[in-house]
Each structure stands twice: as structure tokens, then as C-alpha cells.
């Protein structure tokens, strides 16, 4: 199965991708020595397609636990759900010994995350992420949050798990318009790394009208473990994001996460407006990193034949995107730091965007695409 080392020291740990990995997990914490009672934190929707199985593994190792599920979207994660499951916790018995086991997607990754880095001031947790969104990017990184109505993300701790276990499997009960999501963040790890990928994504979309089936499942652990390869790479040089590396996986991000907060959380999907920011910096990148454009265009062409937003819905108000993005952690002293591509694998991070360049090109996106 492939494993993929992130080496932080004291904090290393392994990520393991292999279709049926889940059944490994109540083996796996084991051998990490995880000695107390487990407190699987999952949602609605996730609960009754995995939980049982989780809960068996975990049976079969002794593990006793306990379950704890909230309603599923990303109107969840925040402050008031982070209460209830940690007061559910101590009802539960759960002490420091613990150990949490965060099954689903990002939502529950960041949440779950969040409460073991704060719970008895920190317990031991394994993420189990089930969409192509968590088992590529968040489940990996050690970044934890939950949102406020001031931006997303806002409260959070770096705060890394022992362990990570990606079983492609459970991507075969994703809705297309999921599993859609979570590819955008491949690509913008095809167009910071590994440009190549870009043709593998392409030939995907194909596949995803009515789901993933279980011929494109098989080819999927080489795919997501090269992604969790460049991500492990890349928080590895710069774990806390001081170091200005770890900031290139922002990409896309700043204007994403401004359009993302400007309507009511959950009904715009993470990945989507990943998507939309992505073709802001890539307007961006031509006209102040002198990104050529036919790199740019092979870049929306795959957003676009994964049939990624790369226009902004009418209800977007465009003044509101703006003024959320105003808030977003990219800032650092009121200066943005903006992701640019110079050309397909080649970042940097520059602090000549304005106020005004943002402005622009969220109007830019309230226009079609040209076609190319
Ligand atoms: P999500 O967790 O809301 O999952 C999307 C939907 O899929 C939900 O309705 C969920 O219930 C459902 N679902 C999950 N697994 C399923 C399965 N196997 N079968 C059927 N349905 C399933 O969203 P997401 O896209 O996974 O993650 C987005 C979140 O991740 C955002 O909050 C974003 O901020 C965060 N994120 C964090 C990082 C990080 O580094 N920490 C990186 C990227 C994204
Ligand atoms: N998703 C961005 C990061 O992990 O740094």
C-alpha cells in the first residue's frame, strides 16, 4: 500500500492510501501504542456509510468508544458544534488518555482536529478522511480551524495527527458534485508541482458523471498518494507557514475564501470556489508574473473539463467577497501576500497585488471564459 512518510520531527507520522485501509485502523492505532478509549467524531452523512466499520476495527483492537456526529456542511464547523462534542466527550468518560478519530471529509478533519488539540490541552487524534478534499490536502498538514462570521478558518491550531488513513473506497459514495470539488485542489498542486498531472485530470473527468466506479477506484491510490507527496513536501519545509513555502498552497485561496465567506456557509463547496479563485490568480499571474498564457489556459481548460465553476453565481455579491477577503489569514500587517505563477510550477509570493487588483479581478469573474 503506499505509505507516505511526513517527517516533523517528535510530530512525524505516516499517511497510508490503500483501498480497504479502513479496516486497518483499530491494527494501526494500536501499533502506535494508543492506549485509551476512542471518541470517533464524524457527521451525518459519513455516519451511516462508515461508522459501524471504524467501530469494529476499533472493537477488534479492544478499543472501547464512543461516537459523536453533527449535522453534515460546513455551517457546522464552528465554535458552537467544537462545544457540544467536547462537552458529549466528557459525558463519555474521556480523559487524556483518549484518543479522537476524525471519519469524513475537511469539515470534520478541521473540526475533529481543532477539539483534540484543545481537549485536556491536547489528545492524540487519527484522521480517516472520506472525500478526495480531505484525503488530498486537509487531512494532511496538521492545519486545524473552525469558522467565525468574521471569515473562515479564523480560530485554529497547527496540530498535527498520528496517523492518516485514505481509503479510496469510501470515494465511491461521494455525489459527482463532491467529488468534482475535491479536485481542484489537484490542480492546484498539478499547477504548483507537477504541471503533468494536469493531462491525468483531464482524462478523469470523464469518469466522474455518475460517480467514481470501481475501475477508476483502483488507479486512485497512486494518483492521491502523488498528491499527498507534494503537500508532504511542502509542510515539511515550512510546517507553521513562516517560511513563505507552505504559503504557495494557497493558490487560489485568497479570493476563494473572500467569495466563499461572502454567502451563507455550506452552499458554496470549498473546491468550487478554489476553482473560481484560481482563475483570478491565473488572470493575475499573466498580467503581473508574466505567466504565459497558454500555461494559464491549460490550467482552466482542466478546471473547466472537470466542470469547476469558473464564474461567479449572481448571488455572489462581488463588494462583500471583497470585503471578506479582507480578513483572510493571507494578510500579514495589512499587506496581502499574493500566490502568483510565474508559469506552471513556478510560485511566488507577491505583495504588488492591491485592493484594486482584487477588485478587478472579481469582476473578472462575473464574466464567461473565453473559449480555448
Ligand atoms: P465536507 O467535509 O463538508 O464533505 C463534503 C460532503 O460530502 C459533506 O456533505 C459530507 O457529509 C459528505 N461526505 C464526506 N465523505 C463522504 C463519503 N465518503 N460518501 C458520501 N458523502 C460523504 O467537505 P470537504 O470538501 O471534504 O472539505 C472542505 C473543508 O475542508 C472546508 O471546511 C475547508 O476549509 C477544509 N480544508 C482544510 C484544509 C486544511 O489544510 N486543513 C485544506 C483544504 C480544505
Ligand atoms: N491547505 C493549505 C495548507 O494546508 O497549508
Known sequence: MPTISVS???????????????????YMAEKLRLSGKAAVITDSNV????????????????????????????????LRTVEEIVNEMVADGHDRSSFIVAL??????D????????????????????????????????????????????????????????????????????????????????ALREPKMLQTLQRLSGEIDLGFTLSTIERLPELIAQNIKIKARIVEADEQETQGVRAFLNLGHT?????????????????????LGLRAALYLSERY????????????????SLELPLQLPPNVDTAKALAKTAFDKKFVAGAIRFVLLQGLGRPILSQEVTQEDLAEALHMLTTPTLAF
Open 8 to 26: 516533523l520531527e517528535e510530530r512525524s507520522y505516516q499517511v497510508q492510501v490503500a483501498n480497504g485501509a479502513l479496516d486497518t485502523l483499530g
Open 47 to 78: 455516519c451511516p456509510l462508515y461508522a459501524e466499520r471504524v467501530i469494529q476495527s476499533l472493537r477488534d483492537a479492544e478499543y472501547e468508544s464512543s461516537l459523536h456526529v453533527f449535522e453534515a456542511g460546513e455551517q457546522s464547523k464552528n
Open 104 to 109: 469524513g471529509g475537511g469539515v470534520v478533519g
Open 111 to 190: 473540526m475533529a482536529g481543532f477539539i483534540a488539540s484543545i481537549y485536556y490541552r491536547g489528545i492524540p487524534f487519527i484522521q480517516v478522511p472520506t472525500t478526495v478534499m480531505a484525503q488530498v490536502d486537509s487531512s494532511v498538514g496538521g492545519k486545524t480551524a473552525v469558522d467565525i462570521e468574521g471569515g473562515k478558518n479564523l480560530i485554529g491550531a497547527f496540530y498535527q495527527p498520528k496517523l492518516v488513513i485514505a481509503d479510496p473506497m469510501t470515494l465511491l459514495t461521494l455525489s459527482p458534485r463532491v467529488l468534482r470539488e475535491g479536485l481542484a485542489e489537484m490542480v492546484k498542486h498539478a
Open 255 to 275: 479570493l476563494g475564501h473572500g467569495i466563499e465567506a461572502s454567502v451563507p456557509y455550506g452552499e458554496l463547496l470549498h473546491g468550487e470556489v478554489v476553482s
Open 289 to 304: 508574473a508574466g505567466m504565459p498564457t497558454n500555461e494559464a489556459q491549460e490550467v482552466l481548460r482542466t478546471l473547466r
